[in-house]
């Protein structure tokens, strides 16, 4: 399985953009990205993917670098709800299962 | 819309014994997923299935069975339980579909303590 490279954590002011960068260099060119985040004591929930192109969706965006070897999930507006592990995950077309990483745990702070 | 239900949400368990966590969808996917999640640490597969009478292993298989009878149902059994076990199991489905397939919904977990 391909892998990805996320940052531990991260700290942002509510209502600031937030970045998440994921690293994914062995990325091969018929898998996904995918972006799943989990808030305290709940099951993950599906944020958004891609392939090659941005995406955007009611609660982010997707940024897809020219190479395919980075990514960046995009959280416009912080609010206090976005606080979670957001997990970046590489999804071939043949996969049956996500394979979770640590992730990155985002703090909001009021 | 109720989506992925799982039962129960707490169980505390004896070394040694069993039990059955639930998990049901109303969603007709056809793959569901069972994973597990120690403290502090990624979610791992233990078992899916791509259609009723279909399972397969895995990441961490050992210690639990399934079994699919049914679109809707995926329990995970449990056999002499031991304290490695402790852990909160999620259920998940996808509908398996072209580009649809590879977004899973998650239940809320079943948070099972060993002692």
């Known amino acids: 399985d391909a892998k990805t490279t996320q940052p531990n954590s991260m700290e942002s002011n509510e209502e600031e953009p937030v970045h998440l960068p994921c690293n994914h260099s062995t990325i091969s060119g018929t898998d996904y990205i995918h972006w799943y985040r989990q808030l305290p004591s709940q099951g993950p929930e599906y944020v958004i993917h891609?392939?090659?192109s941005n995406v955007n969706n009611r609660m982010a965006s997707l940024a897809i670098a020219e190479d395919r070897k980075s990514s960046t999930l995009i959280l416009h507006r912080a609010t206090l709800r976005d606080a979670a592990v957001y997990y970046c995950?590489?999804?071939?077309?043949?996969?049956?299962?996500?394979?979770f990483g640590a992730g990155t745990t985002v703090t909001v702070r009021a | 819309n109720a989506g992925v239900t799982q039962t129960p949400k707490f169980r505390i368990l004896k070394i040694g014994q069993s039990m059955t966590l639930q998990c049901t969808q109303d969603?007709?996917?056809?793959?569901m997923y069972w994973y597990r999640q120690d403290p502090g640490m990624g979610l791992k597969l233990i078992y899916y299935?791509?259609?009723?009478?279909?399972?397969d292993k895995g990441e961490v298989p050992n210690g639990y069975n399934v079994s699919r009878s049914t679109t809707e149902d995926f329990p995970l059994r449990l056999e002499l339980a031991a304290p490695s076990q402790t852990s909160v199991y999620f259920c998940?489905?996808?509908?398996?579909?072209?580009?649809?397939?590879?977004?899973?919904?998650f239940g809320a977990g079943t948070r099972l303590s060993v002692l």
């Open positions: 891609g392939l090659t």
């Open positions: 995950i590489l999804w071939g077309i043949n996969d049956y299962k996500l394979s």
């Open positions: 969603m007709n996917h056809n793959y």
């Open positions: 998940a489905s996808s509908p398996g579909d072209s580009l649809a397939k590879n977004i899973q919904y």
């Open positions: 299935s791509v259609g009723a009478g279909i399972t």
